[in-house]
């Protein structure tokens, strides 16, 4: 079975600008969710989605938003990008939700950086 | 809210040694406990977990068990090679308070030399 993927893997933009990164899960599964990774903050929890509702956002600026389509693919976009949103950005999905026992499984990343 | 506190390193040891990265915990309901591991350009890849008090998660030859009464889930292997050089990210999900699907620690990079 395909892992999760995500494109593009790397993407270098300008501050001002907007950018939309794509995910698509593990093939069965419903449950996105997706990441931000820092040196400084470490690993901080974007937002999940699941039956194309979002069940959860982490604390970040309305600049992040996602949304996740029928065939359970997701996008998250960043508007009016900053320096400090340069990181990588890690999706995970997981067959379901809400037992806190399921694993999820990440993709490779995006790499974004914000010149 | 919860968190999880485990060393930073980095961590650096000679093929064969032992290895211990300690993590702990808080959380205010019962959380699942995961060992996450992610390797140079790559993303995370599940390690090890245990989803209650006293469970022992076990993989690759590393384990960590689940202590509820000092909310630790230490990770320890016996004997490290070179291939083992990576991040290890401890983490807990705790859905019962209507938290995230993870919270991590700040990572624990460990470089094992031959």
């Known amino acids: 079975k395909a892992g999760v993927t995500q494109t593009p893997r790397y993407l270098i933009k300008t501050r001002g600008q907007q950018v939309t990164l794509s995910c698509s899960p593990i093939?069965?599964?419903?449950?996105v969710s997706w990441y931000q990774q820092t040196p400084g903050q470490g690993l901080q929890f974007l937002f999940e989605y699941f039956s194309e509702t979002q069940r959860n956002k982490g604390n970040f600026p309305g600049r992040f938003s996602g949304r996740q389509f029928s065939n359970s693919r997701s996008e998250m976009n960043v508007s009016t990008l900053e320096l400090g949103d340069s990181a990588l950005y890690l999706c995970?999905?997981?067959?379901?939700?809400?037992?806190?026992?399921?694993?999820?499984?990440f993709g490779p990343g995006t790499r974004l950086l914000v010149l | 809210g919860d968190s999880v506190t485990q060393m930073e390193g980095p961590v650096t040891l000679s093929e064969e040694a032992f290895l211990t990265i300690n993590c702990t915990y808080t959380a205010t309901g019962y959380p699942s406990l995961f060992w996450y591991v992610q390797y140079p350009g790559e993303g995370l890849q599940l390690l090890l977990k245990a989803t209650k008090a006293d469970d022992k998660g076990s993989n690759k030859g590393f384990e960590a068990t689940y202590r509820k009464e000092t909310t630790s889930f230490h990770l320890e292997k016996g004997s490290v090679q070179v291939s083992d050089s990576a991040v290890y990210f401890c983490a807990l999900s705790d859905r019962g308070s209507g938290n995230t699907p993870l919270v991590f620690g700040k990572g624990t990079r460990l470089s094992v030399i031959a």
């Open positions: 093939s069965g599964h419903r449950s």
């Open positions: 995970a999905s997981s067959p379901l939700i809400g037992t806190g026992r399921e694993t999820q499984y």
